[in-house]
């Protein structure tokens, strides 16, 4: 075993054929993450000391960042001992993974290509997440597909968890959640997963950036503030959900909670009087509202690769600190692990 080392001097030890992350997880310390294959960058660090390998490829990392000495530490194990910068303990606690069986409750479609799907837990387990967090579905045959969770939990019994599922053409579990299943069916799921979950944003301005089904873990965060004492709370929260027509925007946020709400098509109808174009470019466009002191915001982005990465870059450009951009991008599933 090795020494792993964070910019804030908290250490752990790794084993040679573990990623740092799952090291780092075992030994109880939370660091940002999302996928666990590479692909997402969600847990970038640099190395300052140290030797690691690869376990595998590192999509997620832009060329530049590689030869800046970036790597993705769910995807490097440590071969001598490493100091890593950039990443850090989160500080929060996170729920225990578990995998335990469950049925479906009750499948029901949002929109033509969006499919809610409600599981429920056996009586007699417990069950904790974060709101925002997502969980593994393991269906017929063993395909394994990662969801967001769109509800926050408020349940001791009776556990029931809201996915929202959109169809993949030609996806193999999207014809078995689109076309075979059924109440009562019997699955699997592990989780609670990642790290996008609502940190501390007392008297912050929160800005919710999201793209299609993307606003499922935002549905999910904007149920757990509501729950929040007041003195807990942010001090605005806005949320722009885009999408390409208007069906694609299926659910209704509660206005009650948002001081701004704003949906955005790319490809809208000549009818279509919203706002039109991209999330990050609408939130950043000259308008009557002004926009919030980037500076003392907190952004939290959901949904295509493309927004994601443009959002961070031109935010953090404008004046958003880095470390209040948090993420959870949709990637390109990789063989039998995510939809």
């Known amino acids: 075993m090795v020494q792993v080392t964070l910019a804030g001097g908290r250490n752990f030890e790794a084993g040679p054929d573990e990623s740092m992350l799952a090291a780092a997880l075992r030994a109880g310390i939370a660091l940002e993450h999302s996928c666990l294959t590479g692909r997402c960058g969600a847990c970038k660090a640099q190395i300052s000391h140290g030797q690691t390998r690869s376990l595998h490829e590192e999509v997620g990392l832009e060329p530049q960042d590689r030869d800046a000495g970036w790597i993705l530490s769910c995807a490097r194990s440590a071969l001598t001992d490493v100091h890593l910068d950039g990443i850090e303990d989160l500080g929060v606690p996170l729920p225990p993974v578990k995998t335990l069986p469950c049925r479906i409750q009750s499948l029901s479609l949002l929109a ?7 599981l429920r837990l056996a009586p007699q387990q417990t069950w904790m997440h974060h709101a925002g ?12 597909r990662s969801y967001s969770v769109a509800n926050a939990v408020s349940q001791t019994q009776g556990i029931q968890l809201e996915l929202h599922i959109r169809h993949v053409p030609g996806g193999a579990m999207s014809r078995y959640w689109f076309e ?10 592990r989780g609670p997963l990642g790290t996008f979950f609502l940190r501390v944003v007392a008297e912050r301005d929160l800005i919710f950036l999201t793209t299609g089904t993307g606003i499922a873990p935002v549905k999910a965060m904007l149920e757990s503030l509501a729950r929040l004492p007041h003195t807990e709370r942010p001090r605005s929260v806005a949320l722009y959900w885009g999408g390409r027509q208007a069906a694609d925007l299926y659910w209704q946020p509660p206005l009650e909670h948002l001081q701004r709400y704003v949906p955005v098509l790319s490809r809208a109808h000549s009818d279509w009087a919203g706002a039109r174009g991209h999330v990050q470019d609408v939130l950043l466009a000259p ?6 002191i980037l500076s003392q915001s907190t952004v939290y982005a959901c949904g295509s690769d493309a927004m994601v990465h443009a959002a961070r870059e031109r935010l953090i450009e404008a004046g958003l600190p880095p470390r209040h951009f948090h993420a959870d991008a949709f990637v390109c599933s990789a063989p039998n692990t995510a939809s």
């Not at 967090?133 to 394994?144: A, F, H, T, W």
């Not at 308008?287 to 919030?292: D, E």
């Open 112 to 118: 033509p290509d969006v499919m809610r799907v409600v």
């Open 133 to 144: 967090q997502s969980i593994d579905v393991i269906g017929p045959g063993g395909l394994q």
């Open 180 to 189: 075979q299943a059924k109440p009562n069916d019997l699955l699997r799921l």
């Open 287 to 292: 308008s009557p509202h002004p926009l919030p």
